[in-house]
């Protein structure tokens, strides 16, 4: 199995979070995320690392909107020219009830605009490792096009919560539904998305709502509990020509294999009836118990029976890295789920 990936998700370094109290601390959302997982591959001699192919905005444009893509790549240098004091650029005011989603002039109040929670910051080198990021997911569609079973895209940032104007959640660019984009593009009729980070993929679901040509499936801690909180329910099946083609599956806190593994088998039928061309998962490794975000309970070996189970369905797979934030076990936890989808 190849893998791309890209040393460029490096200079998305230095965030910084609020803690409960309002003080920064280090980001879980950090540059040794993808760098333990390439070091993994690197040592278990898990397949060949290509460098991401550049790719041109216009993909980009097929799923984000041209201002808010405008937005990423210019905010950084909007944020120092303001003269506004802090190492990460950050909202602290967002469009709310009765709120105008106003032009507004003032970079501030533009990343207010275009993000939903603060946890994504913007310091000098992200825009050119948020657009590694998204080649990294086209490149592994590239593979999948070009005739590879499987493929592993090592994106960081992840982008799962990213929607077409919005970013949060640690996300930017949508990178596994950019790389479903291409797919169809490519000439899929059908593709579908299984996303199984410990978060609900929000942003691909808002993307992808209203279509058919696109499954969008997600396993995910139950969100009356746990972030997104305002989507990711089970009675969200899509809208319009995109009715039944949206499905979620909000598991409870304690949720160990015993519970998820029937989850995922009936997730995994849903696909079979849907019949797509090629299967991308949203590969998100904070569903580990020993993961700092997680309230789940998956092993390391069980990862390696998630990717085996996954690969009953007999598709083509493209996995996109998303969340997983244990920097000491996410290289492992990784290759051990694509050898379980390598195996079987």
């Known amino acids: 199995m190849k893998t791309v990936y890209s040393e460029d998700h490096n200079l998305h370094s230095g965030l910084l979070d609020p803690r409960g109290d309002g003080s ?19 040592e278990q001699d898990f397949g060949e690392i290509v460098a991401p ?51 507004t002039e003032c970079v501030v109040g533009r990343l207010g605009r275009y993000s939903f929670d603060a946890t994504t910051p913007f310091v000098e080198g992200s825009w050119q490792a948020i657009r590694a990021s ?25 982008g799962h919560h990213a929607t077409e104007t919005y970013c949060g959640g640690y996300c930017y660019l949508n990178n596994n539904a950019l790389a479903a984009q291409s797919l169809l593009d490519g000439g899929a009729s059908r593709v579908a998305i299984l996303d199984v980070d410990y978060h609900h993929g929000n942003g691909t679901q808002s993307i992808f709502y209203r279509r058919n040509d696109v499954l969008t499936i997600s396993l995910h801690a139950d969100p009356k509990l746990e972030y997104p909180f305002f989507l990711g329910y089970a009675d969200e099946p899509g809208e319009a020509e995109g009715h039944g083609f949206n499905v979620n599956f909000p598991l409870p806190f304690g949720t ?26 949203a590969l998100g490794l904070d569903t580990f118990a020993g993961d700092p975000t997680t309230h789940f309970n998956i092993s390391t070996d069980e990862f390696e029976r998630m990717g085996a189970t996954i690969a009953s369905l007999g598709l083509p797979t493209l996995v996109v890295l998303e969340g997983g934030y244990s920097v000491e076990w996410i290289g492992e936890n990784t290759v051990r789920f694509l050898s379980g989808l390598e195996s079987a």
């Open 24 to 42: 920064p601390r280090e980001s879980a959302e950090c540059p040794a995320r993808a760098n333990s997982v390439a070091r993994a591959i690197r």
């Open 53 to 103: 192919q550049a790719f041109d905005e216009s993909k980009y444009l097929r799923l984000h909107a041209p201002d808010y893509l405008q937005f990423l790549k210019t905010v950084w240098d909007d944020w120092v020219k303001s003269g506004e004091v802090g190492p990460n650029a950050r909202p602290d005011t967002f469009v709310g009830a009765g709120m105008r989603h106003a032009d």
């Open 134 to 158: 998204a080649n990294v997911a086209l490149t592994g569609a590239e593979l999948i096009k070009g005739g590879h079973r499987h493929a592993f895209a090592a994106c960081r940032p992840p």
């Open 256 to 281: 160990g294999w015993n519970t998820y593994e029937p989850a995922l088998r009936d997730a995994l039928a849903h696909i079979g009836r849907f019949a797509p061309d090629t299967l991308v998962v």
